[in-house]
């Protein structure tokens, strides 16, 4: 409809996935990289996962095409299957013969036979499964027992399993280990930066012929705010601006047209969660009580109300209680300390801090000069693993570059946690964090290592630098990556579990809510409506189940030995010119 009004030669923002508007984000082109080394050399398995709608089956798309031509592909969608329906969905897909009705066990010869007579031709067989979520454990346990078929040095059938955050935790599960270990190449995709989400919208008009700028600076703000950068959902609000522009006559969307399509559009969303952890809190709070009118809340209400506010309290006024530096004593020139020989701290860089209101007008300066000092470290910091094994470092292990992620953190007993936020809910978790950045459309990687009011350290390229609560706030999109520990951690403890985790869970619940334990060893009722409790107060879905964010949380309240992100800063700089800061 608004297609000629625009100049354009097709519909830009149509969902219909289409090779022409592949548009490869710097996280998409590491996700690539990531999948291709996972199936690469020997391996079997790739785990590639997402949010609906950020893109994984353009990933996959995109590795389809670089793949070499000695490789049959094979893609399986909305796998809903039986163990012999799977076996039979890839005999059709691989164009491989088999009798009606037949057994298991023959499918399976047939699909080895297929595998050993590619091998015999150099070709590798490699199977997409998308939607994999949907497969149960013993599809799953089928389809790791058709890997088994190898040479010397590779599988016969290489799998790349393709599905949403809950993929993730079922092959947590105790039943899929083997399958869990299996797994090379993983990947757990996140939405596009408002840097990307710009690009992302200019490149699907230039595509579909436009040939100016259709949407003003603040409208696509706006858009990348309310869309959280899921490009499924950019896609329905620009299309929608596109047609509220053409009724109106406006050769541009502007900030109100955005405003009003992204209104019409995400109220029939399912609900993205805010950067504000109140609104999060209140939001949890509303959903909560309305599921669950006649539970006992009034004896939590009050501790949850007390909690809250404590919590509030602790934010504003901790860093002065924990000697924090106050505004006027932030250094305004480069500090730099040399590292002691005893320490295993990087070293010190202090970049320019903001000030009072009435030095406004030196701020532009003051900004060019934080990044004028900063570049020469973001240049070398490119590489996640070094800052992983950094991470790894505070915890006291030092790690080697193949064991620095996620994947290997269990055999330091510790897990890993991947996620989006602001500093106010990483303050709250309490642990030092691996940020992802952003720096001329390039992607880079720091430790942070302790927040406060106004300021946060970074541990960046061997240096500790410290920088403003405004600058990072400007160069990290709110993905970040963490380390805990926890007793429990490898747990999901639900109403009826029973044992000694349950005793546990009942002493962390009573501590971090400052009640009586509970004189039970089963995961009652009342222990279900602790866990609500606990969930409400820190703003998180309330299911009254204890899985891995609640036990996360749980484990920052209590755990008094791990290392923590809020804490008195030490005050250790040396200027330049020789004097103590």
Known sequence: MYKDFFGLSELPFTIVPSS??????????????HLQAGLGGGGGFALLTGEVGTGKTTVSKALLAVLEDNV??????????TGSDLLEAICDEFSIEYQESASLKQLTQSIYCYLLNNHGQGLQTLLFIDEAQHLSATVLEQLRLLTNLETESQKLLKVLLIGQPELQYKLQTEELRQLAQRITGRYHLLPLTSQEVAQYIQFRIQVAGG???????????????????????????????????YY?????????IAEKACADVMIFQRPVPTNSAINSHVSGLNN???????????????????????????????????????????????????????????????????????????????????????SPYIKQSHNPIN???????????????KEANCHQAPRADLYCYQGTGNLNQLAVINRPTMLTLQANYRTYFAILYRVNESSSQLLLADKRIEVPNEWLKQHWNGEYQLLWYSKMADQILKINDSG?????????LS??????????????????????AFQMWQGINVDGIAGKETLMLLDSYTNLDAPKLVGAVEDESQHLDGSES
């Open 20 to 33: 022409r508007y592949l548009f490869l984000s710097a996280r998409h082109r590491e996700a690539m990289n």
């Open 72 to 81: 049959k592909t094979g893609l399986l969608l909305n796998p809903t299957y």
């Open 211 to 245: 040939s100016y700028d259709m949407f003003t600076a603040k409208a696509i703000k706006h858009i990348a705010k309310q869309t959280h950068g899921v490009p499924r959902l950019i896609n329905l609000v620009c299309d929608k601006c596109l047609l509220y522009a």
């Open 248 to 256: 109106g006559g406006e050769p541009m969307v502007s900030g109100v």
């Open 288 to 374: 909560s009580v309305n599921m669950n009118v006649g539970k006992p809340w009034i004896a939590y209400g009050i501790s949850l109300i007390g909690g809250f506010a404590l919590a509030v309290l602790m934010w504003f006024y901790a860093p002065q209680w924990l000697g924090s530096k106050s505004d006027n004593q932030l250094s305004q020139s480069l500090a730099v300390q040399e590292k002691p020989a005893s320490s295993e701290l990087p070293q010190d860089v202090s970049v320019p801090m903001r000030k009072t209101a009435h030095q406004n007008r030196v701020q532009t300066q003051a900004d060019k000069s934080a990044e004028s000092l900063i």
């Open 387 to 401: 800052a992983m094994q950094t991470l790894f470092a505070l915890w006291g292990y030092q790690v080697e570059a």
């Open 500 to 508: 000694e985790y349950v005793t546990q869970l009942n002493q962390a």
């Open 511 to 532: 501590e971090a809510l400052g009640e009586t334990l509970l004189e039970t060893t089963v995961f009652n009722q009342d222990m279900k409506s602790k866990v609500e």
